[in-house]
């Protein structure tokens, strides 16, 4: 996030064009600030960030949430769709603003710090708490530990340079995901063939414990990390009204806006989407070995976002974004679409589950790198927050929406797939008037 480097020339001349309309630096000068940050120096600080991602998403139980929920917590699935899954969209969307400005006002890190802190409440609550209330409550704490993720994600723009981002952003997302591959191998091995199936509380435990290695690696890594946004944070640091109104200023840009665009109606759908697949599976199709659905589920987004790392792919993703974003896009739309379909045998819904899974790490990973691109480093954290505020917003009010109408799962996927749609014509329409 410390400077500009673009290497596709229709977003670079509508970037500095609209740039010279508003008179707003695009952060040029933040370039000469990634050189005086040595190599080893934000490697090093961008593994301690894997590490903390890969912990925090290697969690053996999550196959098994709806599962457990609805088994050990006595909570059916009309309540998780009208209840569970709802609140934790409303208390998501309604934590996510404080997020970002405490971000902003205290720095990454600490918030960061916070985010742990919430993640080892919410596993309290799964174990020793029993009820509806209880489920609720987790999903309270988990909603604000999950929009720590965002800071985390945009943690890592704030120190390695500018050519690296993609490169970045593919191993931040790429080692989140590789967590809960190896932790959905985990409990589908112990499930099938220990036995596990009969007391699933184990499985939370081990998650708890490996939340708990994730602020181990936090720690450690803390003064590292530190230093590495040092270099930058004496520089863009500034008074939270400045810099919103710069960020205001910056979304005239259509090249921006159209990534911003995107993910305002995406992540939301996206988010949806991690709700209600496991509410579908487990009342679709009986007994099917969730820890291996989870598996192919987050192994699409590892390929996904190791795909950014594979440099054919990596420069077209940089000269040709719109090709690229159409045609994961269709793939997303059509494998959420097709996942509501009752299909015959549980295996056709977990090659739909893959395919979303893969297309959207894919574009999200795109995303996040151009839109660190076209902002300064003190407005990063802010536009993917309010980035996400807004298609919080979006999936809170088809949330209450369905819920009001008491939808069924299937329903809330179409949904699902109709905000994909929406936000693939939004990116093209705004692509179109870049061209122009």
Request: aromatic share 12%; with cysteine.
């Given at each position: 996030?410390?400077?500009?480097?673009?290497?596709?020339v229709?977003?670079?001349?509508?970037?500095?064009?609209?740039?010279?309309?508003?008179?707003?630096?695009?952060?040029?000068?933040?370039?000469?600030?990634?050189?005086d940050?040595?190599?080893?120096?934000?490697?090093?600080?961008?593994?301690?960030?894997?590490?903390?991602?890969?912990?925090?998403?290697?969690?053996?139980?999550?196959?098994?949430l709806?599962?457990?929920?609805?088994?050990?917590?006595?909570?059916?699935?009309?309540?998780?769709?009208?209840?569970?899954?709802?609140?934790?969209?409303?208390?998501?969307?309604?934590?996510?603003?404080?997020?970002?400005?405490?971000?902003?006002?205290?720095?990454?890190?600490?918030?960061?710090?916070?985010?742990?802190l919430?993640?080892?409440t919410t596993?309290?609550?799964?174990l020793?708490?029993?009820?509806?209330?209880?489920?609720?409550?987790?999903?309270?704490?988990y909603?604000?530990?999950?929009?720590?993720?965002?800071?985390?994600?945009?943690?890592?723009?704030?120190?390695?340079?500018?050519?690296?981002?993609?490169?970045?952003?593919?191993?931040?997302?790429?080692?989140?995901?590789?967590?809960?591959?190896?932790?959905?191998?985990?409990?589908?091995?112990?499930?099938?063939?220990?036995?596990?199936?009969?007391?699933?509380?184990?499985?939370?435990?081990?998650?708890?414990?490996?939340?708990?290695?994730?602020?181990?690696?936090?720690?450690l890594?803390?003064?590292?990390?530190?230093?590495?946004?040092?270099?930058?944070?004496?520089?863009?640091?500034?008074?939270?009204?400045?810099?919103?109104?710069?960020?205001?200023?910056?979304?005239?840009?259509?090249?921006?806006l159209?990534?911003?665009?995107?993910?305002?109606?995406?992540?939301?759908?996206?988010?949806?989407?991690?709700?209600?697949?496991?509410?579908?599976?487990?009342?679709?199709y009986?007994?099917?070995?969730?820890?291996?659905?989870?598996?192919?589920?987050?192994?699409?987004?590892?390929?996904?976002?190791?795909?950014?790392q594979?440099?054919?792919?990596?420069a077209?993703?940089?000269?040709?974004?719109?090709?690229?974003?159409?045609?994961?896009?269709?793939?997303?739309?059509?494998?959420?679409?097709?996942?509501?379909?009752?299909?015959?045998?549980?295996?056709?819904?977990?090659?739909?589950?893959?395919?979303?899974?893969?297309?959207?790490?894919?574009?999200?990973?795109?995303?996040?790198?151009h839109?660190?691109?076209?902002?300064?480093?003190?407005?990063?954290?802010?536009?993917?927050?309010?980035?996400?505020?807004?298609?919080?917003?979006?999936?809170?009010?088809?949330?209450?929406?369905?819920?009001?109408?008491?939808?069924?799962?299937?329903?809330?996927?179409?949904?699902?797939?109709?905000?994909?749609?929406?936000?693939?014509?939004?990116?093209?329409?705004?692509?179109?008037n870049?061209?122009?």
């Amino acid at each position: 996030c410390n400077g500009l480097t673009y290497s596709l020339v229709a977003d670079k001349g509508a970037a500095m064009n609209d740039s010279s309309q508003l008179n707003t630096p695009l952060c040029e000068e933040e370039e000469e600030v990634s050189a005086d940050v040595p190599p080893s120096s934000w490697k090093r600080a961008r593994t301690y960030l894997c590490l903390v991602a890969f912990c925090i998403n290697c969690q053996p139980s999550e196959p098994y949430l709806a599962l457990y929920i609805q088994d050990y917590h006595s909570v059916d699935e009309a309540q998780q769709d009208h209840l569970v899954w709802p609140v934790d969209t409303y208390a998501t969307f309604a934590s996510l603003l404080p997020v970002a400005i405490l971000a902003h006002r205290y720095g990454c890190l600490r918030v960061i710090g916070a985010g742990l802190l919430f993640r080892e409440t919410t596993r309290l609550l799964l174990l020793y708490g029993h009820g509806l209330d209880y489920v609720i409550a987790s999903q309270v704490t988990y909603a604000c530990a999950s929009n720590i993720n965002i800071v985390l994600f945009a943690s890592v723009f704030l120190f390695v340079p500018s050519q690296e981002y993609l490169s970045s952003a593919s191993w931040l997302r790429g080692s989140y995901h590789a967590g809960n591959v190896i932790a959905a191998g985990l409990s589908q091995l112990l499930v099938q063939y220990a036995g596990w199936r009969i007391e699933l509380r184990r499985l939370f435990y081990i998650s708890w414990g490996v939340t708990t290695l994730g602020i181990v690696a936090y720690v450690l890594g803390y003064s590292t990390l530190r230093k590495a946004i040092q270099h930058r944070a004496n520089r863009s640091a500034g008074p939270l009204k400045d810099v919103v109104q710069a960020l205001w200023q910056s979304y005239h840009s259509i090249t921006l806006l159209r990534w911003c665009g995107w993910w305002m109606l995406a992540y939301g759908a996206n988010f949806m989407f991690g709700n209600y697949y496991q509410t579908l599976l487990v009342n679709g199709y009986g007994e099917v070995p969730y820890g291996l659905l989870e598996l192919v589920l987050e192994m699409g987004g590892l390929i996904g976002a190791a795909l950014m790392q594979y440099g054919p792919i990596q420069a077209t993703a940089h000269q040709k974004p719109v090709r690229v974003v159409a045609l994961l896009m269709a793939v997303c739309i059509t494998c959420t679409g097709c996942s509501a379909i009752p299909w015959s045998t549980a295996w056709q819904f977990f090659l739909f589950v893959i395919g979303q899974g893969l297309s959207f790490t894919a574009i999200v990973t795109i995303s996040s790198s151009h839109i660190a691109k076209l902002v300064t480093s003190d407005q990063q954290v802010l536009v993917f927050g309010l980035n996400t505020l807004v298609a919080l917003a979006v999936a809170s009010i088809a949330s209450a929406i369905g819920a009001a109408q008491n939808a069924s799962t299937s329903e809330f996927m179409i949904v699902i797939s109709c905000m994909y749609v929406g936000a693939l014509v939004v990116f093209m329409t705004l692509s179109m008037n870049v061209r122009r």
